[in-house]
């Protein structure tokens, strides 16, 4: 289901899941986001709440702010981060749990 979800989301209009973080031309790629999330969370730049990757990847999901990547090209003109912050309005908590399960299968 999360894949299905992914791909009829704006997700991936911008993240491309075949290639490694960081990468990708408007957002990070996430071609192994959950190896990825692991090693951010352990970042001195790192400042979000997560402790896993699952937590990391739903916190990136509703709070796009959280974490910033480096990258110019992933900040909006204010600085903050281009995702858009609606996905916890938008999403079910269902939907939510099968875009994380469905992010976490990428390493």
């Not at 997560?50 to 990391?56: G, H, I, P, Q």
């Amino acid at each position: 289901m999360g894949k299905q979800l992914f791909a009829s989301l704006p997700c991936a209009s911008c993240h491309d899941v075949t290639n490694p973080f960081p990468g990708g031309v408007i957002c990070p790629n996430l071609g192994n986001i959950a190896a990825e999330a692991e090693r951010i969370i352990q970042l001195p730049a790192y400042h979000g709440s997560a402790t896993d990757a699952a937590s990391y990847i739903r916190e990136s999901i509703l709070n796009p702010n959280a974490y910033l990547v480096p990258g110019e090209a992933y900040r909006a003109a204010d600085g903050s981060s281009v995702m858009p912050k609606n996905f916890g309005k938008l999403l079910s908590p269902k939907q939510l749990d099968d875009l994380v399960a469905y992010l976490l299968t990428l390493k």
